[in-house]
């Protein structure tokens, strides 16, 4: 009663799908098959096999077109990600790049010249970017001395010894 | 009368590793100096300090480090005065 069950339901599934079942015959394909072994279960099912044919290929078009516009329609990253440029192809492009910046500026007719550069002095200018600012313990000391000294130098005072005044001795 | 400074000065050359110090008004005018640093310093550390604090103006006045390979000179700002010390490193 299952196999019955299952055949009705899958009347198009078990043919397309290529799987043998109870009723499938060995040496007979899969097109007569299936309409003979529908004709022996009933006329209705003979009528919807008939119309089941043209639509199955109707299904399979439209899933292979489906399937193709899936495939143009999807960027595949990690093929993307797979293409890493070797050093030759950096020098390349760099090669190729300077070659169409110089065709572009000869035809605007500018001259092309790379600007001075602020650290053009500095041989390894990244290294010396990166390296360790100042340390916490002379921050503090240099924080606090220099209060220090602030406030110490507020405290200067002119301290008069003498009088600032002198009287002359004026006849 | 400079007492005080003096000692602020005495502390910091009895630090290890500084050898120098030098301080500066607002006009670059040197307020005392110890150790080996010259007071003509002092006008050239007043702008110095007064330059770099120009890029932030709104935050606390910066500590510039100048640095050789084996000394540094350390600057900064605070209110009117300008503070620098020299160290090995």
Known sequence: ????????????????????????????????????????????????????????????????????????????????????LQQHEYLDRVKMYNMRIQQVLAANRQPYKVKTLLLQDVSSADKILAAEPISAEDYHFVTSMVSKASLAITEIKVEHKEDLVVPFRIP | MEKPLERVMEEILNTTDVFGCVF?????????????????????IGAIAEEASKLEPNSRPPVIVLESENKMCIIQRNGTITGAIYKLI
Do not use: W
């Open chain 2, 24 to 44: 500066a008004d607002h006009q670059g005018l040197c307020l005392g100096v110890k150790g080996r640093a010259s007071t003509e310093s002092a006008g050239v």
């Open chain 1, 1 to 84: 009663m299952g196999c019955c069950y299952s055949f009705f339901c899958n009347d198009d599934g078990s043919s397309q799908n290529g799987e043998p079942n109870e009723r499938t015959h060995l040496l007979v394909n899969t097109e007569t098959n299936n309409i003979n072994i529908q004709g022996n279960n009933s006329d209705d099912y003979l009528n919807q096999d008939v119309n089941a044919a043209p639509k199955k290929t109707d299904e399979q078009s439209a899933l292979s077109r489906i399937l193709q516009e899936t495939a143009t329609n999807v960027i595949d990253v990690a093929a993307l990600d797979a293409h890493n």
